[in-house]
């Protein structure tokens, strides 16, 4: 317990920044509840959960609190266009005929069918 807030699980001294990070995030932000885990070449490094998962703040963050994710897809797509640019991939995409305003937009939806779908086709018929 760090001034009243319930601070669990391991960091490697390496990543001593990242749990004082972590637990500025309650004493400077009035952060609620959350959690964090780092993994490098599938070694876990820093696994921290903390704060309360009620408003109330009688609930203690567990490290099997669930929580629900909202816009994580933007997260990822800026990841996966970072990973392109890494493979001089992007500019290939970037060129494509899509409208300009859909290639990293989370409108485009996802890749176009090869042919139009029928009614009650599942995914073995596209």
Do not use: Y
Not at 40 to 50: F, S, T
């Amino acid at each position: 317990m760090t001034d009243g807030i319930p601070i669990g699980g391991i960091c490697d001294p390496r990543f001593e920044p990242v749990r004082e990070a972590f637990i500025g995030n309650f004493r400077e932000r009035g952060e609620p509840g959350a959690a964090i885990a780092l993994m490098i070449d599938g070694r876990l490094v820093c696994d921290l959960w903390g704060g309360f998962r009620d408003a109330a703040r009688e609930s203690p963050w567990a490290r099997e609190t669930l929580v629900n994710f909202f816009s994580v897809g933007k997260a990822f797509t800026a990841l996966v266009a970072l990973r392109l640019v890494e493979r001089w991939r992007l500019a290939r995409l970037l060129r494509s005929r899509r409208p300009r305003r859909l290639r990293l937009c989370h409108q485009r939806h996802g890749p176009p069918l090869a042919k139009p779908a029928q009614q009650g086709a599942d995914r073995g018929d596209l």
